[in-house]
């Protein structure tokens, strides 16, 4: 079984379901926070630059889902600069083995890098804001950029 380093925002809902989906399948899951890591543009693209610009960025981040961020519209520097000011803007999670790297959690593409063993999955999307279709907003509180907005919601 592999040890996966398993970049995610803490408190996460979402994260933690995948973690669990792979601490289930046997393998080892060791958490490090997203947000404090220290990301430069060279460690960063080797998790993203073989992807387009768009899967770059967390669908469910509240400037994306307000349309404030259009990630397929933003220019390689650009988009890699908004990453490394605000990595809450990050696809999550960000997962390593040794020099090999994944962005999101992508059930079969999980499953054939270092395999599911047929655990059970969750039902829905294991990779969706577990908030639903509006997001973080439908929990009282729109930002969520800190974590002490998690208070109205249980946390995430």
């Not at 996966?4 to 995948?18: A, D, H, I, M, S």
């Not at 960063?44 to 768009?54: C, Q």
């Not at 220019?75 to 999101?104: K, S, T, W």
Request: aromatic share 6%.
């Amino acid at each position: 079984m592999a040890v996966v380093t398993f970049y995610e925002k803490p408190g996460c809902k979402g994260n933690l379901r995948q973690k669990t989906l792979l601490a289930a399948a046997g393998h080892t899951v060791q958490a490090k926070n997203l947000k404090t890591e220290a990301w430069t543009a060279e460690r960063l693209l080797a998790f993203l630059g073989k992807l387009p610009i768009g899967s770059w960025f967390n669908p469910a981040a509240p400037a994306i889902k307000a349309g404030q961020i259009v990630p397929e519209n933003l220019g390689f520097e650009h988009a890699v600069n908004l990453l490394l000011e605000n990595p809450l803007l990050i696809r999550r999670p960000l997962m390593e083995i040794g020099e090999e790297r994944m962005v999101g959690f992508d059930v079969a593409a999980v499953d054939a890098w270092i395999g599911l063993n047929d655990v059970e999955l969750p039902a829905g999307n294991i990779e969706a804001c577990v908030h639903g279709p509006e997001g973080h907003g439908s929990c009282g509180s729109h930002e969520h950029e800190d974590e002490a907005e998690h208070d109205g919601c249980g946390g995430h």
